[in-house]
């Protein structure tokens, strides 16, 4: 049994968010501690091999942890190299040839949750970036903010900067505001509305699972983004879901 708490918003409408962005997310799984190219690219098979893609679960997003300390001698963000030694838009050449979508993930802020490098300041050249990795999703996190997670005024200008330095690429990537403090304010400014950030849980033997629900809009339900605690027991976790996310997922695509 799947129960959630939704409250319905606004989103940014430019044809991203049509069905449920459904698929994979590497936080809860891999962390900074796993998070290297071998492993992204472990993922990508298994959605494959386990029939998980043709179900609808076709992104791949990458969380915290993939870049490098610093920028490149240009100012762009780059992957940290030890981690992903071919680079991000090789990683992402093979995500595609697997017939999924490449997500990345940045801030907001000064910094990142975990301390690396941010998009403050970088916001266009990020967007840019991004673009020629042949980005598909960006999740822009809400931490290191110069006044504050809850300074509305501040939070919209600088989610809005990503927006439309995304826009001017004129690459479609879905945009997911991940709102942060107390309050979240993502609601216009993202391809994703403002829904919630509770968690779903659910019992697979011996072990519990958690998902957390992304996106909701007037012509779809929420979706599932998922995650799991091993990328092994990766199927088992993505499996008992509520069977109306990818069924919304294929009629509304």
Known sequence: MCLALVKLGESLDNGLSQAPPMGYNTWNDLGCKNMNEANIKAVANTLV????????????NLDDCWMAPNRDASGRLQGNPETFPTGMKALADYIHSKGLK???????GSATCQGLPASLGSEELDAQTFAEWDVDYLKHDNCHSSTGPNDKDQLFKEFGLMRDGLNATERPIFYSVCGGG???????????????????????PGESRRTLLSGSRANW?????QS????????????PTCSWAPLTAVRGA
């Open 102 to 108: 490449f997500g990345i993930y940045s801030d907001r």
């Open 228 to 239: 799991s605690q091993s990328t092994e027991a990766m199927v088992a976790s993505m499996t």
């Open 49 to 60: 091999d386990s029939g998980l893609r043709d179900a609808g679960f076709v992104y791949l």
């Open 182 to 204: 107390a309050k979240s304010h993502g609601a216009t400014l993202s391809t994703m509305p403002q829904t919630l950030l509770e968690a779903v849980r659910w019992q697979i």
């Open 221 to 225: 339900p929420t979706s599932p983004m």
